[in-house]
């Protein structure tokens, strides 16, 4: 039976394997963050586009979704409620609003990383309740997460190296960016800008 990260629940992947994908990625790696442009001013670059849409993969739930979710200069509010139910919390079923900048966030950084997959989902929004059971049972898991305000997403992409999306997110200088390649995936928040 492969063994399951404590923190995700998601099955880890081996030591061989990781180290392979290390050394597949390293040129990559070492890629300058100047080869991601800045996440654009709202009238200029991807964020100028007629529709902005997203795909998700909640790799708890099941549930998948692609749906465009702003159109003709505002968000849709029948989307935005179909984003906040696949990114609810799945342990506890709760449903938050997700905060629309983090969308677009992820919208700019799905088209830099010029992907054609959805964001898998290790975690959404998570409730208080949630978060604390993390935190009492991981390190890795902020007391005061942003993942309970509806301004965080533990993401990957099935056709870009976990490396790559690091790299994109930092570059855009748009909030937090944690990585966690033993788990594979990202965090990506829409706080003040910081790394780790």
Known sequence: MQQQDEL???PLISRRKFIGGLAAVAGLSIMPTSSFASIPKPKAGVLAKPARFLAFDNLHTGETTKLIYWEKGRYIKGALREINHILRDHRTNEVSRIDPTLLDVLFVLHNKLGSRSA?????GYRSPKSNAMLHEHSGGVAKRSMHVEGKAIDIRLQDARLINVRNAALAMN?????????SQF???DTGRVRRW
């Open 119 to 123: 964001f898998q989902v290790i975690s």
């Open 8 to 10: 995700t629940g998601l």
């Open 174 to 182: 748009s909030g937090g960016v944690g990585y966690y390649p033993e």
């Open 186 to 188: 990202v965090h990506i």
